[in-house]
C-alpha cells in the first residue's frame, strides 16, 4: 500500500486565503449586486500594471525566444550570472555590503524559498516564528514534520511562538530559552512593523550566541522610507550577520512580480549548520544542490524582466510604484482612524494592521466590513492566535479604490 504523509493532517482545515476566497465566493453568490461593489484589500497581491522597462524587456526576449540564433533553453537552475550580478550589486554592494553574485540564488518566489529551505535544515531544530506571523512559515514546518500537532487554539507543538503585541510594537524579542531558527520578517507582514537597527543587532547576538540561523523575510524592503533613518534593509547591515542569516527578497511588491514569478534568496558562503556528530558545514553549497536537483530555473523571459528593474528607467519605476501603494496606506490608515479604529502600520510598509472594537474577534470583523461595506480584508486570527483582535488591510490596490474604502469604513456601525 502507499502511505501518506501524515504530517498534513496535522494542518488546521483551509489555509487562511483559500478560507477567505471560499467566504467571499459564497457572499458574492448570495449577494450579486453588492458583488458589484466589492473592493479587494485582503490578500497582499499587487494591482498595477509592470513597469514599462519590463515590459519592453520582457517582449524583447520574446522576440530572441522565436529565433534559432537567440533561443534559450535550459538556463542555469541558480539564475543567469548577469542578474546575479546585477542583484548583487544594486540591493547590497552598492550599499556597502559584502554579498557576492553566487550567493544569489534566482528562483520563482520567495514563498517557495521560505519553505524550500527546510530541505537542507535537520528535523531536530527547535524553531522560533512570530505571533501573528505570514501563515507559510508554520505551515511548511508541519509539513516537514518539525512540529508537534496542534491545540486548540491552533499553536503546534514543538515550535516557540514569540508574542507580537502592540506593547513591544509588534517586533518579536529574543527569548530566554534556546532555540536553533528563527523566522524575522520586516517590514512585517502582516502587522507592518519594521525592525530598528538595534533590534536586529540584538537578534544577530543571540544567533551568534546560540549557534541559531536567521531566515529573514526582507520581501516588503522596498517600502522602507530613504529617509527613515536606523531602519536597515538587509539583514546584513548588522555585522555578524553573514555567520547566522539567510535572507529572501521577491520582486514580486515593488516591481508587481506576483503574476510574473521571480525572486531570490541570499546564502552567505560563511554561513554553517551543524551534523548531529556537532561538525561545522557550509550551507551555500547545499543550496546549491537542492536548487539544482529540484528546480530548472527561473525563465529566461522573467529573468530579463527582473534584470530592467535596476536599469536607470526600472528604479524610478519602481520608486512610483511604491510611492503609489505606500499613498494608498496613508489614505487607508486615515479612513481607518476616522471610524474610530485603533491603526498600527502602514508607514515603510503596505500593510495596515488595524484593532478591532472591544468584544469583536477578527473573523466578526471580517464578516461584518464584508457585507456591510463590501471591503475584503484579513482576519488577525488568520495569522496566530495573537493576531486575534486584529484585521489587516492591504493598500495593493487602485487610488480610487483605497480614497472609496476610506470613505466606507467609518460609515460601519460598530
Known amino acids: 500500500m502507499a502511505y501518506l504523509n501524515d504530517n498534513y493532517l496535522k494542518l488546521k482545515a483551509g489555509y487562511l486565503f483559500p478560507e477567505i ?34 515590459i519592453a524587456q520582457m517582449h524583447k526576449a520574446v522576440d530572441e525566444m522565436a529565433s534559432r540564433e537567440t533561443f534559450h533553453g535550459y538556463g542555469p537552475e541558480q539564475g543567469y550570472e548577469w542578474l546575479r550580478a546585477a542583484i548583487a550589486k544594486n540591493d547590497f554592494r ?45 505551515d511548511t514546518n508541519v509539513m516537514a514534520g518539525h512540529t508537534g500537532p496542534a491545540n486548540d487554539a491552533g499553536a503546534y507543538g514543538k515550535i516557540v511562538y ?24 520586516s517590514p512585517n507582514n502582516p502587522t507592518g512593523a519594521v525592525a530598528n537597527r538595534p533590534q536586529l543587532e540584538a537578534w544577530v547576538k543571540y544567533a551568534l550566541e546560540h549557534k541559531a540561523i536567521i531566515l529573514f523575510d526582507a520581501a516588503y524592503e522596498a517600502y522602507i522610507s530613504p529617509d527613515a533613518s536606523g531602519i536597515p534593509h538587509s539583514i546584513y547591515e548588522i555585522p555578524g550577520a553573514r555567520e547566522c542569516a539567510i535572507e529572501f527578497r521577491s520582486f514580486s511588491k515593488n516591481g508587481g512580480f506576483t503574476g ?46 527582473a534584470e530592467a528593474l535596476y536599469s536607470a528607467e526600472g528604479k524610478a519605476q519602481v520608486k512610483s510604484l511604491i510611492e503609489h501603494y505606500l499613498g494608498n496606506a496613508e489614505v487607508l490608515r486615515k479612513g481607518a482612524k476616522k471610524a474610530g479604529l485603533k491603526v498600527f502600520g502602514g508607514q515603510n510598509a503596505p500593510y495596515i494592521w488595524v484593532r478591532t472594537p472591544k468584544g469583536v474577534t477578527s473573523w466578526q470583523a471580517f464578516d461584518k466590513i464584508l457585507g456591510e461595506a463590501n471591503v475584503v480584508i484579513t482576519p488577525g486570527s488568520g495569522f496566530g492566535s495573537k493576531g486575534e483582535g486584529y484585521f489587516r488591510i492591504s493598500a495593493f490596490n487602485s487610488r480610487a479604490n483605497a480614497e472609496e474604502v476610506a470613505r466606507r469604513l467609518p460609515e460601519l456601525k460598530w
Open 21 to 54: 476566497g471560499r467566504r467571499v465566493k459564497a457572499f458574492c453568490e448570495a449577494n450579486p449586486e453588492a458583488a458589484k461593489r466589492l473592493i479587494r484589500c485582503g490578500i497582499g497581491d499587487v494591482t498595477e500594471p509592470l513597469p514599462p522597462a519590463v
Open 94 to 138: 552598492d550599499r556597502g555590503l559584502d554579498v557576492a553574485d553566487d550567493e544569489i540564488f534566482v528562483s520563482d518566489g520567495s514563498k517557495c524559498d521560505c519553505g524550500s529551505i527546510l530541505d537542507i535544515l535537520g528535523d531536530k531544530n527547535k524553531i522560533a516564528i512570530s505571533d501573528p506571523v505570514y501563515p507559510v512559515y508554520v
Open 162 to 185: 514569540l508574542p507580537c503585541r502592540a506593547s513591544n510594537g509588534f517586533i518579536p524579542e529574543p527569548p530566554k530559552r534556546h532555540v536553533d531558527l528563527i523566522y524575522l520578517c
Open 260 to 305: 510574473v514569478r521571480c525572486a531570490f534568496t541570499v546564502v552567505p558562503k560563511s554561513l554553517n549548520a551543524f551534523t548531529k556528530a556537532g561538525e561545522a558545514k557550509p550551507l551555500h553549497p547545499l543550496w546549491s544542490r537542492r536548487m539544482t536537483t529540484k528546480f530548472n530555473g527561473a525563465s529566461y523571459i522573467v529573468q530579463r524582466a
